[in-house]
C-alpha cells in the first residue's frame, strides 16, 4: 500500500518539478514576479511536504534547503539572481535524481546535494540560520484523506447563558463533511425539575471530512472550556486500501464445513441481534444503541460514496490501452465501411439507415478516440527550452528561446517520436546558426540570438517552424561540399530550394569542425527520414545573414490517414492525400511521344513520372489511358502512373507483417470495404529508391 | 429579515471596517461608540449579536458584556469581542463576564464574517 503512495508521490513530483523547472526559467526573464516567486516556493514547499510523509527523508531535507531561501526571496529578503536561479535548477535536477534512485535503492551524489546546499546557504548569506533538516512530521493524516471521527459533544448546562448556539455548532461541522448527528437526550429531568434555560441535550456525530482534526477543533474554539468534547479517530479511509471486516464467526463454521447453511439458518434466527439483547437486558439505552448503528450507517455509506467518486474523478491510464482501444476503432472503421458497401450493393433501404447511423457513430467515436490521446506540445517545448540555456552558455552563445503554439495539440506517439528530431534540429540552430556575440555585433546584430519555437494547425497536419537569426545557410559553401561528396554532378544547376534540400541528403555536414553539440554521428538525413516515417515533411529556407526557417509538417495522427485510392489491374493502393497535387491523363500517345524518358508535359512544365505497373511487375496490360497521380516531394513534382484513380478514401493504417516490413516503397496497409488489402505507399521512399537507381 | 449586529468600538476605523463588512454580508447594523452609548442602544433596538472591543472609554467592553447580558433580550445573543493576542487574561475575563467568543485583532473581513457566522448561523 505504502508501494502505491509512494508512487502516487513520485508522479505529482515528477510533475512538480517540470513545472519547477519552466517557473525557473521565467523566473529569470522575470525575477520580479511575485506570481512565479510563489509558485516556485509552493512547488518546494509540496515536495518537502509531501515527500517526508512517504518517507523521501533525503529530499525532503533537501528540499527544505531550498524552500528556506525562497521563502526569503518571497518576503523580499533575497533578490533573484542568475546564480540563484543556476543553483536552484540544480537542486531540481538532483531532487529529480534522487527521485529517479529512489527505486532501485542506490543513491544520488550526495556530494552534489552538499555542493548545492552549501553554494544556496551562501546565498542566504551569514545571518540565515543553518536550516536544520525537517523533522518527518508527526503521523498526522494527510489533509487531503478522508478521515471519519467521532465526536461527542455534551455542552455545559449553562452554555446559553455565554449566548452559544450549539446548533450554530453541529450545521458548522455539517459544512466539513458528511456527517450525522444523534441527538442524545437520556439527560433531560422530569418536567419539574428542568431548567429552561440549561442545556441538558448532547450529541453524538460522526464526521467523515478531509479537513483534518484541526478543522473540528475550531468548531469548538469558543466553546471548549464549556463543553466536554472528545474527537476519535474511527476510520482512515486510504484511497487504495479499505480494510474488509474479516469474516464473520459463522461464515468461517461455514467455509470450514464444521456447519450446514440449514443449521446456521436455525441458529441465527434464534439469534436476536446484540443491540436488542443489550436494550431488552438493561445494560443499555435505545438511544445509544441507534447512535452506534448510525456510525455503522455512516462509515458504510462513506466507503460506498469514495468508491463511486473515485470511479467519476479522472485517471492515469497506460498509453498501451489507448493504443489497444484505437486499434480497435480502427477495425470498426474498417467494418463499418464493409457494412456501407454492403448495404449500397443490397439497395436495401432498412440496412442502409442503419449503416449510416453505424457510419455516424463510428465517425464520433473514432474522433474522441484519438482526441483521448491528443497532448499538447507544449511540454515539449519546455523541455527544449532548458537544452537552449544549457547548449548555449556551453558554446558561449548568448539565445533566447521562444515560443508560440505550445497549446497545439497533437497525436502522444507523435510527440514522443518527434523529440529526437527537435532535439537534433535546434541543437544545429544553435550550433551553426547563431553566431557568436561578438560575430553578431561585428554584422550590426544584437548580441542576443533568438530561436523561435512555434506550433501551428494547418488542416490535418501540424506545422512546427524552428526559426533562428542566426547567419543563414551559405549557399556555396553548400554546393562546394556536395560536389566534394559527389551529391551533385559539376555544373549541374539547382533551385534554392533544391540546393538547401541537399543539407538532409545523406553524409552531409557543413560544419567545419565537429563539435560536442552537432555532430555525434547523425546527420540531418536521420532527421528528415525520422520525420518521414511519421509521413511528414521537411523544408527548409533561409536568407544568408539573416537566419534560416526550418518547417517540419506532421499529420495530426499515426493512426488514420486521408489518401487517395489507385487501381493497377485488380490490385488496390493507397497514396497518402497530403502529398497529392493533382492527376492528369497519360494516353499511349503521350507515351510512345516521350521516347521511355518517362517525363509528362504538365501546363508548360515537364513532370519525371514512374510507372507504377512496371514499378511493381504487376501482369497485364494497362489500359488505353492511365492516369497520373503528380505528388510533390520535398519541393519536387513527381509523378506515378496508375490504371485508374477510385477517389479519396480514410484509411486506418495496419503495419505489415514482419516479413514485409522491409520492403521497399511500402509503409504499411489497409483493408477496403470489400475486405481486400490496399497496400499504402511510401512516396519519398519511392521517389529515392527510383532516383537512386538512375544515378 | 435581515439580522441586526451591534458594533461598539471607540475607534471609528475599526467601527467602519467592521460595519462596511457586516452590511455587505447582508446584516443592519447598528454603531455604538462606547460601552455607556452601546447599553443605551441596546435597551432600545433589538439585536441579534454584539461585536464590542474591550478597551473603551466610558464602560469597557467588559462592563458593557455584563450589562447586556443583565438585559432580557440580549441574556442569549451572541456577543464577541474584539482582543489583541496579549490580552488572554482579558478574553478569560471576557468569557467570565457571558462573552460567546472573540476575533483577535488585527483581523481580515473574512476572518469576521466567518465568526459572525459561527455564532449567529
Known sequence: MMDVHRQAFKEEAYELLSELESSLLELEERPDDIDLIGRVFRA?????????????????????????????????????????????????????????????????????????????????????????PVQPKAAQPLPSEKVSYRIRFVPARNIFASGSNPLTLLAELRELGTCNVTAQTSGFPTLSEMDPEACYVYWDVILTTDQGINAIRDVFIFVEDDCELRIEVIAEHDRFADRQDYKKLGEILLERGDISPKEMAEVLAQQKRFGELAVSKGILAEAKVQSALVEQRHIKEVHQEKQSAEAASSIRVPAERLDDLVNLVGELVTVQARLTQTATQREDA????????????????????????????????????????DLSSELGKEIEMTTDGAETELDKTVIEKLNDPLV??????????????QAREA???????????????????????????GAGLDKEAIRAKALERGIIAQGSELSEKELFALIFAPGFSTAKKVSSVSGRGVGMDVVKRAIEALRGSIEISS????????????????????????KIGDDSFMLPLSLVDECIELTR???????????????????????????????GAPPEIEQIVITEVNGQRVGFVVDHVIGEHQTVIKSLGRAYRNVEGVSGATILGDGSVALILDIPQLVQSVEAEAA | MAKIIMTADDSASVRQMVSFTLKQGGYEVVEAVDGKDALQKLASHKVDMLITDLNMPNLDGIG????????????????????????DSRKQEGKAAGATGWIVKPFKPEQLMAVVKKVLG
Request: aromatic share 4%; proline share 3%; charged share 25%.
Open chain 1, 443 to 469: 554584422a550590426g546584430k544584437p548580441r542576443h540570438g533568438t530561436v523561435h519555437l512555434a506550433a501551428v494547425h494547418s488542416g490535418d497536419s501540424v506545422l512546427i517552424t524552428i526559426a533562428d537569426d
Open chain 1, 589 to 619: 500517345e503521350d507515351r510512345s511521344r516521350s521516347h521511355g524518358r518517362n517525363l509528362a508535359h504538365v501546363r508548360g512544365g515537364l513532370v519525371p513520372y514512374i510507372p507504377l505497373r512496371e514499378r511493381f511487375a504487376i501482369a
Open chain 1, 44 to 132: 518546494m514547499h509540496t515536495i518537502k511536504g509531501s515527500g517526508s510523509m512517504f518517507g523521501f527523508d533525503d529530499i525532503a531535507s533537501f528540499t527544505h534547503e531550498v524552500e528556506t531561501i525562497f521563502d526569503m526571496v518571497r518576503n523580499g529578503k533575497l533578490e533573484v539572481t542568475k546564480l540563484l536561479v543556476n543553483l536552484t535548477l540544480a537542486a531540481r535536477d538532483q531532487i529529480k535524481s534522487m527521485l529517479d534512485h529512489s527505486d532501485d535503492g542506490g543513491t544520488a551524489d550526495a556530494e552534489a546535494s552538499a555542493r548545492i546546499i552549501a553554494g544556496l546557504r551562501t546565498l542566504a548569506c551569514c545571518d540565515a540560520p543553518a536550516a536544520a
Open chain 2, 64 to 87: 458593557l458584556i455584563k450589562g447586556a447580558r443583565g438585559l432580557a433580550s440580549c441574556r442569549f445573543i451572541p456577543i464577541v469581542m474584539l482582543t489583541t493576542e496579549s490580552q
Open chain 1, 543 to 566: 536568407v544568408r545573414g539573416a537566419g534560416t526557417r526550418i518547417t517540419v509538417r506532421i499529420p495530426l495522427t499515426l493512426a488514420i490517414i486521408e489518401s487517395l485510392l489507385v
Open chain 1, 350 to 389: 432498412e440496412l442502409s439507415a442503419i449503416a449510416e447511423e453505424v457510419e455516424r457513430l463510428t465517425a464520433e467515436l473514432r474522433d474522441s478516440a484519438l482526441n483521448i490521446r491528443m497532448l499538447p506540445i507544449g511540454s515539449t517545448f519546455s523541455k527544449f527550452k532548458r537544452l537552449v540555456r
Open chain 1, 424 to 437: 537534433h534540429l535546434i541543437r544545429n540552430s544553435i550550433d551553426h546558426g547563431v553566431e557568436l556575440p
